[in-house]
């Protein structure tokens, strides 16, 4: 089966801009999870998705981040106005089985800098 | 809120045995996870431990005490290949999401 996509893979912005990362969870997953990882940090959850409904975004600053998924498929995940501290790899994984023996699949990610 | 512990770095030479240790303190604990992750790779998913004891995986086992709330991960016959971050993962919501720990460097040497 194919992974799951993201794109685009690197982003460099000034702060103040705006980004947005897109991401395709592998087919027929109902879960989808945006992750902000730091360098040298372990994977954040900002946003989780149960098909097109939010599930947890607890730690989403929704004051400059936004996320969406529409049709209950791909997501894309917005940031505006990109501050210096965004710097860092935003990860999308999917998953199907409520059953976390399963795990969750990873994309390879968007490296962000933000200059 | 949820923390968890493992060291930061770890280093063994090829061929000999590995454990990675994670104490964590959570609310609605649910179960562990294990992921591994090369420099610039995604994390991939290696073991789960929803029950206290041991699960083996071909070289890697994975352990669980929920009444010491630790965990641990042993690498077996390390290769070079292994040489990568590692991540304990609290799971909470039932398992429908999981918080990730700081991660342990693992430098697998000749």
């Known amino acids: 089966e194919a992974g799951v996509a993201q794109s685009p893979r690197y982003k460099i912005i000034e702060k103040r801009q705006s980004v947005a990362f897109w991401c395709n969870p592998i087919?027929?997953?109902?879960?989808l999870y945006w992750y902000q990882q730091i360098l040298g940090q372990g994977p954040k959850l900002l946003i989780q998705f149960q098909n097109n409904g939010v599930v947890d975004d607890s730690q989403l600053p929704k004051d400059r981040f936004s996320a969406e998924r529409l049709k209950g498929v791909d997501s894309t995940l917005k940031i505006q106005p990109a501050k210096l501290e965004d710097s860092a790899v935003y990860l999308c994984?999917?998953?199907?089985?409520?059953?976390?023996?399963?795990?969750?699949?990873f994309g390879s990610g968007t490296r962000l800098t933000v200059v | 809120g949820q923390s968890l512990e493992q060291p930061s770095e770890v280093t063994a030479v090829e061929g000999a045995i590995v454990q990675i240790n994670c104490t964590y303190q959570t609310s609605g604990f649910y179960g562990l996870s294990w992921y591994q992750q090369h420099d610039g790779g995604a994390p991939t998913f290696l073991s789960y431990?929803?029950?206290?004891g041991l699960e083996e995986t071909g070289r890697f086992s994975s352990f669980l005490s929920r009444s010491d709330s630790y965990g641990y991960l042993l690498l077996q016959e390390l290769q070079m290949k292994d040489s990568a971050s590692y991540f304990c993962a609290v799971g909470r919501n039932y398992g429908q999401n999981f918080v990730f720990g700081p991660g342990t460097r693992l430098s697998v040497l000749p």
């Open positions: 431990n929803g029950l206290d």
């Open positions: 087919s027929g997953h109902a879960t």
């Open positions: 994984a999917s998953s199907t089985h409520r059953d976390p023996n399963y795990g969750y699949t």
